[in-house]
């Protein structure tokens, strides 16, 4: 029996996801690699977040979008599952605003990082 559970997420580009983990300071892996698990079970994931206890978070790709696959009995993150991918949402939407924003030809004019956390963008075009 797997011991890994399966998250859905509404994270679909595999670049902002890396990104957003890149910003938070967490060091992953390219993959296909595998996330280790319990009693040396494994799952392929597109990215790997290695963990000192040799348990892994991974991103997978159902299809429709990434999902978190971890064995949460060993969890070691400094937040906890809701937070670590509360965190990563706002990042991956971060970086996908600016990515596709830019590709309209739209430039960042201001960031503002807000007391409640949320951070409010403004971008520009000119004609």
Same mark, same amino acid.
């Given at each position: 029996?797997?011991?890994?559970?399966?998250?859905?997420?509404?994270?679909?580009?595999?670049?902002?996801?890396?990104?957003?983990?890149?910003?938070?300071?967490?060091?992953?892996?390219?993959? =296909?690699? =595998?996330?280790?698990?319990?009693?040396?079970?494994?799952?392929?994931?597109?990215?790997?977040?290695?963990?000192?206890?040799?348990?892994?978070?991974?991103?997978?790709?159902?299809?429709?979008?990434?999902?978190?696959?971890?064995?949460?009995?060993?969890?070691?993150? =400094?937040?906890?599952?809701?937070?670590?991918?509360?965190?990563?949402?706002?990042?991956?939407?971060?970086?996908?605003?600016?990515?596709?924003?830019?590709?309209?030809?739209?430039?960042?004019?201001?960031?503002?990082?807000?007391?409640?956390?949320?951070?409010?963008?403004?971008?520009?075009?000119?004609?």
């Amino acid at each position: 029996m797997s011991h890994f559970s399966n998250i859905k997420t509404k994270i679909r580009d595999l670049s902002s996801l890396k990104a957003s983990l890149s910003a938070m300071g967490i060091d992953w892996k390219e993959g =296909p690699s =595998p996330v280790r698990g319990y009693q040396g079970q494994t799952v392929k994931a597109e990215v790997v977040v290695q963990q000192e206890n040799n348990y892994d978070i991974g991103f997978t790709w159902n299809g429709n979008e990434y999902e978190l696959v971890a064995d949460l009995q060993y969890w070691q993150q =400094p937040l906890t599952v809701d937070g670590f991918l509360r965190k990563v949402t706002q990042g991956y939407a971060y970086h996908t605003v600016l990515t596709q924003s830019s590709k309209q030809g739209f430039n960042l004019a201001q960031e503002q990082k807000n007391a409640d956390g949320s951070i409010t963008l403004v971008v520009e075009r000119w004609s």
